[in-house]
């Protein structure tokens, strides 16, 4: 790069992220590659995020710096990370200007951000739509000339709007020399491909998750996991995102048996607070786990946690994936022996199917935004040979699908054949994987022996028709 060449330091989290206050998941990594970065790059621009800087022990350092020295700095505060607004705190000590508060739109913010100017988007949990990212690429190039433009800017930290006159520091000569020469061993490890970059482990571990490489995607996690344990010093940071992508890579690589793959990644996630955590993607992995563990033939100990955390799940978020398998689980209950009692069986019965009629409800929300989206995109006379609305189209189809089989299997359950057979069709008519189909064929022949063994419980008998 050339030296005048400016930098921009983009403070946020990164990986899939829960913001807490609205149970919502939200891909970080899609905000930065899709929102920010590009901008950026278009610009001419240095950027640069912490999971960037290449770990040769100097990770705080080279973060330190950069909250001193970028020319800018984008601080991201979706989910309301904590290790972003402490960096943004940071920022704010010690720039008077040139600094950028973005977050998605439904942030509920902290009361002491209230003052601040935050420039929001729109995130639709794991993508961005493509209208919305060139809406926001081009308030983000007007925010970054502002920034880079005005002598001075204006300030945008309230602690030197409110302490006036406040002087921000200055490194001393001498120090600034030895940071330097750091600074330099740091980038010629990163130039020769010595030391890799958190972002780059993690990349090519999702990547190995896409081709359902699960040993080479395990691999690589527990090296991100590692690194991430090699810059914390007190050893007292876990990262949620990276803790959950290993688990699920452990119990799909199923070695060196299936069981055994299974208990390692309950171990993983134990770490992350099973018992209290308000995480959904925590909470669906363990319930997830734990089902397979019982079909497994495991215990029954393992089926009443695959509820537990399917019902925490369920209440979190009300989401059509948490629903339909919460209503798998009451009909495995009537086929155990935790609870002994006909009522008991018949109310799980019973509960089953409204559970399976809020599924349907859900996903005729989750269908209608999807289309709500797609009437946005039709407007659109650029669509020709464009990979990000292509993309955004292909993100569409895969909602579709999986949308369309979490409602038949609902329709099944509930005995609506016909409807069961014509929504079927209609995911089989999508683009899709072999092995989505197959997943969900498999589920229903499950559901389609529990019913058939327990059907007659109910005031309705349950009959499978042809």
Same mark, same amino acid.
């Given at each position: 790069?050339?030296?005048?060449?400016?930098? =921009?330091?983009?403070?946020?989290? !990164?990986?899939?992220?829960?913001?807490?206050?609205?149970?919502?998941?939200?891909?970080?990594?899609?905000?930065?590659?899709?929102?920010?970065?590009?901008?950026?790059?278009?610009?001419?621009?240095? =950027?640069?995020?912490?999971?960037?800087?290449?770990?040769?022990?100097?990770?705080?350092?080279?973060? /330190?710096?950069?909250?001193?020295?970028?020319?800018?700095?984008?601080?991201?505060?979706?989910?309301?990370?904590?290790?972003?607004?402490?960096?943004?705190?940071?920022?704010?000590?010690?720039?008077?200007?040139?600094?950028?508060?973005?977050?998605?739109?439904?942030?509920?913010?902290?009361?002491?951000?209230?003052?601040?100017?935050?420039?929001?988007?729109?995130?639709?949990?794991?993508?961005?739509?493509?209208?919305?990212?060139?809406? !926001?690429?081009?308030?983000?190039?007007?925010?970054?000339?502002?920034?880079?433009?005005?002598?001075?800017?204006?300030?945008?930290?309230?602690?030197?709007?409110?302490?006036?006159?406040?002087?921000?520091?200055?490194?001393?000569?001498?120090?600034?020399?030895?940071?330097?020469?750091?600074?330099?061993?740091?980038?010629?490890?990163?130039?020769?491909?010595?030391?890799?970059?958190?972002?780059?482990? =993690?990349?090519?571990?999702?990547?190995?998750?896409?081709?359902?490489?699960?040993?080479?995607?395990?691999?690589?996690?527990?090296?991100?996991?590692?690194?991430?344990?090699?810059?914390?010093?007190?050893?007292?940071?876990?990262?949620?995102?990276?803790?959950?992508?290993?688990?699920?890579?452990?119990?799909?690589?199923?070695?060196?048996?299936?069981?055994?793959?299974?208990?390692?990644?309950?171990?993983?996630?134990?770490?992350?607070?099973?018992?209290?955590?308000?995480?959904?993607?925590?909470?669906?992995?363990?319930?997830?786990?734990?089902?397979?563990?019982?079909?497994?033939?495991?215990?029954?100990?393992?089926?009443?946690?695959?509820?537990?955390?399917?019902?925490?799940?369920? !209440?979190?978020?009300?989401?059509?994936?948490?629903?339909?398998?919460?209503?798998?689980?009451?009909?495995?209950?009537?086929?155990?022996?935790? /609870?002994?009692?006909?009522?008991?069986?018949?109310?799980?019965?019973?509960?089953?199917?409204?559970?399976?009629?809020?599924?349907?409800?859900? =996903?005729?929300?989750?269908?209608?935004?999807?289309?709500?989206?797609e009437a946005g995109e039709t407007v659109r006379t650029d669509t020709a040979g464009n990979?990000?609305?292509?993309?955004?189209?292909?993100?569409?189809?895969?909602?579709?699908?999986?949308?369309?089989?979490?409602?038949?299997?609902?329709?099944?359950?509930?005995?609506?054949?016909?409807?069961?057979?014509?929504?079927?069709?209609?995911?089989?008519?999508?683009?899709?994987?072999?092995?989505?189909?197959?997943? !969900?064929?498999?589920?229903?022949?499950?559901?389609?022996?529990?019913?058939?063994?327990?059907?007659?419980?109910?005031?309705?008998?349950?009959?499978?028709?042809?």
């Amino acid at each position: 790069m050339a030296a005048n060449t400016k930098r =921009c330091f983009v403070v946020m989290g !990164f990986g899939v992220k829960t913001d807490y206050t609205t149970g919502r998941k939200l891909d970080l990594n899609k905000s930065y590659q899709y929102l920010i970065k590009p901008v950026l790059e278009k610009k001419g621009w240095e =950027c640069i995020r912490a999971d960037e800087i290449p770990n040769t022990g100097m990770i705080d350092l080279q973060m /330190y710096l950069e909250l001193l020295q970028a020319d800018v700095v984008i601080a991201d505060l979706s989910t309301t990370n904590a290790n972003a607004v402490y960096e943004l705190g940071i920022r704010h000590a010690l720039r008077p200007f040139t600094t950028i508060v973005i977050a998605e739109d439904k942030l509920v913010y902290p009361f002491d951000l209230n003052h601040i100017a935050i420039t929001k988007y729109t995130h639709l949990g794991d993508s961005i739509d493509y209208g919305e990212a060139e809406r !926001f690429h081009s308030v983000l190039d007007e925010l970054l000339d502002a920034a880079a433009n005005h002598t001075p800017p204006p300030s945008d930290s309230p602690v030197y709007t409110f302490i006036s006159n406040l002087i921000p520091p200055k490194i001393q000569s001498h120090i600034d020399r030895m940071i330097s020469s750091a600074k330099t061993t740091v980038d010629a490890a990163a130039d020769d491909g010595s030391v890799k970059t958190l972002a780059l482990i =993690c990349d090519e571990a999702e990547e190995a998750l896409k081709a359902k490489k699960f040993n080479e995607a395990k691999t690589l996690f527990n090296a991100a996991l590692a690194l991430k344990k090699s810059a914390d010093k007190n050893n007292i940071c876990i990262d949620p995102y990276i803790i959950q992508r290993l688990t699920l890579a452990t119990y799909k690589a199923r070695e060196p048996d299936t069981v055994t793959a299974l208990n390692d990644a309950l171990e993983l996630l134990s770490q992350l607070n099973l018992d209290h955590t308000n995480d959904p993607e925590t909470v669906a992995l363990a319930g997830s786990i734990e089902k397979k563990l019982y079909e497994n033939g495991q215990g029954e100990e393992h089926l009443k946690n695959a509820i537990l955390y399917n019902e925490r799940g369920y !209440f979190l978020l009300n989401n059509r994936y948490n629903a339909i398998n919460l209503a798998y689980t009451f009909n495995c209950r009537v086929d155990s022996n935790l /609870y002994a009692k006909k009522e008991d069986k018949i109310a799980d019965m019973v509960f089953a199917n409204r559970v399976r009629q809020r599924v349907l409800f859900i =996903c005729n929300n989750d269908w209608a935004e999807i289309e709500k989206r797609e009437a946005g995109e039709t407007v659109r006379t650029d669509t020709a040979g464009n990979a990000d609305i292509q993309k955004q189209k292909d993100y569409n189809n895969e909602q579709k699908f999986w949308i369309l089989v979490n409602k038949a299997e609902a329709y099944f359950g509930l005995g609506r054949f016909d409807e069961y057979r014509q929504t079927v069709a209609q995911a089989q008519a999508i683009e899709h994987a072999d092995w989505m189909m197959q997943s !969900f064929r498999e589920q229903v022949d499950k559901l389609q022996v529990l019913l058939e063994k327990h059907g007659s419980l109910l005031e309705e008998p349950w009959v499978y028709k042809e």
